[in-house]
C-alpha cells in the first residue's frame, strides 16, 4: 500500500561528523581543501579548525527526505542556505516539515542544528516525486 503525505506532516534524522567525515568525503569528491583536511590550515584562515565540506551537510540534508519519502530516486530538486560550519565531532540534527503536497510532487523545508542548538543550515528546500 503506498504511502500518503500531506503538508504538516515532520521528520528528523540525526548524523554525527566523526572526525575522519572530512577526510572521507574528501576521498569522495575530491574537494581536498585544506580548510576541510588539515586542522592547522584551517586556523590559519580564521575558521578555528578544520570544517566539514558543505556539500556533505546538503547531502545529508537530502538524505533526511530521501529516507522519510522512502526512496533517493525521487528527490528532484534542492535548494539551501548555510549558516554555520559543520565541525568534526558535531551531531547534526534535520528536523523537516511539509509544506505541500500537489501535483504529485511534495515539498518540504529543513533546517539543522549541532549538538549546541546552533543553526548549521536554514530553510533548506528539498523536492520529491510521490508518485
Known sequence: ????????????????????RPIYYAGASGDFNPIHIDPEAAKTVGLGGNILQGLCTL???????????????RVRRVRVRFSKPVRPEDTITFQGKVTSVKDGRLTAEISATNQRGEDVLKGAVVEASIE
Open 1 to 20: 500500500m503506498p504511502r500518503t503525505f500531506q503538508a504538516g506532516d515532520t521528520f528528523t534524522h540525526v548524523r554525527e561528523c566523526d572526525r575522519y
Open 59 to 73: 547531502g545529508w540534508a537530502v538524505e533526511a527526505l530521501a529516507v522519510f519519502v522512502g526512496d533517493p530516486g
